[in-house]
T-cell receptor, first 111, second 115 residues
């Protein structure tokens, strides 16, 4: 248990659906991250939030929309996804002088 | 920009064998270096870290030394067990141009330990 909780653990959605992934931490961390992990590819950083402000967007398609309402919660809103978006989506958080703590991930399958 | 290079694997070893997973990095500043481990169906967990040159991180029998002269942070374990089978990620942390910490990961190396 790392202190970072992701829900749901598994999600199957159609290409026309709208769904959201949730990440929550109560570690007092001010930075939160979304990563995409696909088979046989490096871990891809998608978004970075520092103190609720988005500080990095690594050219992620607009069908992925992040939201950070406060320092403890991070969402990833999904709409009109493609089958190639199927992957493990990992959330992480970190404090000013700590390593990154990861959640267990959401296994997303787009059908 | 920063980058981390590690062998992709899979690395297959017999139980009690010696393990080395190489990791080299490029960074403009003075990064902290990490090894993370991912067991099947799980997220990444920190295995060990080193924050400055010549530091040695260690945990659960694994070790890695921060070598600034060779820009390396190789992971070693003297005697692996079946339970060590997982994917191992080398990573570095540095501040980006905006002053925020950024973590860069390697591709991950899959380790399979057979009895």
């Amino acid at each position: 248990e790392t202190g970072v909780t992701q829900t749901p653990r598994h999600l199957v959605m159609g290409m026309t659906n709208k769904k959201s992934l949730k990440c929550e931490q109560h570690l007092g961390h001010n930075a939160m991250y979304w990563y995409k992990q696909s088979a046989k590819k490096p871990l891809e950083l998608m978004f970075v939030y520092n103190f609720k402000e988005q500080t990095e967007n690594n050219s992620v398609p607009s069908r992925f929309s992040p939201e950070c309402p406060n320092s403890s919660h991070l969402f990833l809103h999904l709409h009109t996804l493609q089958p190639e978006d199927s992957a493990l989506y990992l959330c992480a958080s970190r404090g000013a002088n700590t390593e990154a703590f990861f959640g267990q991930g959401t296994r997303l399958t787009v059908v | 920009g920063n980058s981390v290079t590690q062998m992709e694997g899979p690395v297959t070893l017999s139980e009690e064998a010696f393990l080395t997973i190489n990791c080299t990095y490029t960074a403009t500043g003075y990064p902290s270096l990490f090894w993370y481990v991912q067991y099947p169906g799980e997220g990444l967990q920190l295995l060990l870290k080193a924050t400055k040159a010549d530091d040695k991180g260690s945990n659960k029998g694994f070790e890695a030394t921060y070598r600034k002269e060779t820009t390396s942070f190789h992971l070693e374990k003297g005697s692996v067990q079946v339970s060590d089978s997982a994917v191992y990620f080398c990573a570095l942390s540095d501040r980006n141009s905006g002053g925020y910490q950024k973590v860069t990961f390697g591709i991950g190396t899959k380790l399979q330990v057979i009895p």
